[in-house]
Nanobody, 120 residues
Framework: VQLQAFGGGLVQAGASLRLSCAACGRTFSSSIMGWFRQAPGTEREFVAAINRSGSSTRYADSVKGRFTISRNNAKNTIYLQMNSLKPEDTAVYYC??????????????WGQGTEVTVSS
């Protein structure tokens, strides 16, 4: 699976932003998909995951209630709707794919990142 994330940008605190991740490959609909982020000087961290059908999701405590992960298997795309953004959400965001329901950096496939900057 090849992944490409886009939709990042510079926004003010409290604003919303939607990230997208387009996938190429016939295995997309059978893949667990996740979003991760890495702020400067920190390790990459789990943000959200969604199962194959989209019926189950998991979020990091830091984004729960503000971020929503979704997927459209017909379009081979996943999304991350980010609301009420905070300066601490500033990071490079990555999408990833795997066959297992995991929430760590052990995903097998990774896209390039898209940068999100939230100003105060």
């Amino acid at each position: 699976v090849q992944l490409q994330a886009f939709g990042g940008g510079l926004v003010q605190a409290g604003a919303s932003l939607r990230l997208s991740c387009a996938a190429c490959g016939r295995t997309f609909s059978s893949s667990i998909m996740g979003w991760f982020r890495q702020a400067p000087g920190t390790e990459r961290e789990f943000v959200a995951a969604i199962n194959r059908s989209g019926s189950s999701t998991r979020y990091a405590d830091s984004v729960k209630g503000r971020f929503t992960i979704s997927r459209n298997n017909a379009k081979n795309t996943i999304y991350l709707q980010m609301n009420s953004l905070k300066p601490e959400d500033t990071a490079v965001y990555y999408c990833a794919a795997d066959t297992q329901w995991i929430f760590s950096n052990d995903y097998h496939y990774w896209g390039q990142g898209t940068e999100v900057t939230v100003s105060s």
